[in-house]
């Protein structure tokens, strides 16, 4: 109960923030360009340091394994997650598909891990966030244009969060960056939470709530995003032994986060229904706030 209360007061906090982002869209003192800038900040420097300092603690062989099994974790959840969109959707349903199998992890996964565990605890969520830019380079970009060719090595191997990861295992690994570098990386990770809330209140700002409210189809994705995606990794973490309690926490967190704010880009870059991916990432967003306290209390009991 003490975990569901807290992500509670977490997420009412990040909605708070979001209001702001909303009022500031619909005054028009940010606009889509002001927008577009704050999320490649955010991916270009705020999550990248989010994930170097969560690496920055003393190594132990305990924790690599841990690392390398939230790795083969994330790879295992995101790979259900594109067989439940096969089963669920038709092949024509190309947004649907995208926005049920990627979550929100890093603009809503991190703040909420980082206020119930800890930064530290990021260590274990950096491999799902490196997973879904994998997957969304491979898979996502298949799904929303029906092309193979269409997937570029070069999208992959320079994302900023993985390059990220690899500094953050190579200072796990060896020495300590000095103290200065250290606080500076951390200070600019901490930007991470605000603008993506100024972010996400932006997309909510775009179309009328109205509008979203009436979508069955966007209901339809986020009850399979935020209920069935979760439900069924609550039954499948029963397993996983108690000594990976921490990871199994964190995963279940950022697979049971609203769908990707990806998806609307990724819709306006081949060509889909770029309204459909805004207003399915506004209404899972605003659900989640019902949802994910639900998912951390229920994993309280039976875990």
Not at 80 to 101: G, T
Not at 170 to 188: C, D, G, N, Q, Y
């Amino acid at each position: 109960m003490e975990s569901a209360i807290t992500i509670l007061n977490q997420i009412i906090k990040m909605f708070l923030m979001m209001a702001v982002g909303y009022q500031l869209y619909r005054k028009k003192t940010i606009n889509d360009d002001t927008t577009a800038r704050l999320s490649n900040i955010l991916l270009m420097v705020a999550t990248p340091c989010t994930i170097v300092t969560s690496f920055n603690q003393e190594y132990s062989a305990e924790k690599l394994q841990g690392l390398m099994f939230a790795f083969l974790l994330s790879l295992a959840v995101y790979a259900v997650n594109i067989l439940i969109a096969q089963l669920l959707f038709k092949p024509e349903e190309r947004v649907e598909k995208f926005s049920l199998v990627f979550s929100n992890a890093g603009f809503l996964g991190i703040p909420l891990v980082t206020g119930l565990l800890g930064i530290e605890a990021v260590f274990y969520l950096a491999p799902f966030i490196v997973c879904f830019y994998l997957y969304a380079w491979t898979y996502g970009v298949v799904v929303m244009s029906g092309k193979k060719e269409n997937i570029t090595l070069r999208k992959i191997v320079t994302n900023p969060c993985i390059w990220a990861m690899i500094l953050g295992v190579v200072i796990f690994l060896t020495v300590k960056p000095s103290p200065p570098f250290m606080e500076a990386i951390e200070s600019l990770g901490s930007l991470n939470t605000p603008l993506a809330m100024l972010v996400l209140g932006a997309y909510l700002a775009k179309s009328p709530l109205v509008h979203m409210f009436k979508n069955k189809t966007a209901y339809r994705v986020s009850f399979a995003r935020l209920a069935l995606i979760p439900a069924l990794l609550l039954a499948a973490f029963c397993f996983i032994p108690e000594s990976y309690a921490t990871i199994r926490t964190v995963i279940l967190i950022s697979a049971a986060a609203p769908s990707a704010v990806l998806a609307p880009v990724f819709a306006q870059m081949f060509d889909q229904d770029i309204t459909l991916g805004a207003q399915i990432v506004s209404l899972s967003t605003l659900l989640s706030l019902f949802t994910l306290p639900l998912v951390l209390f229920i994993s309280e009991m039976i875990w």
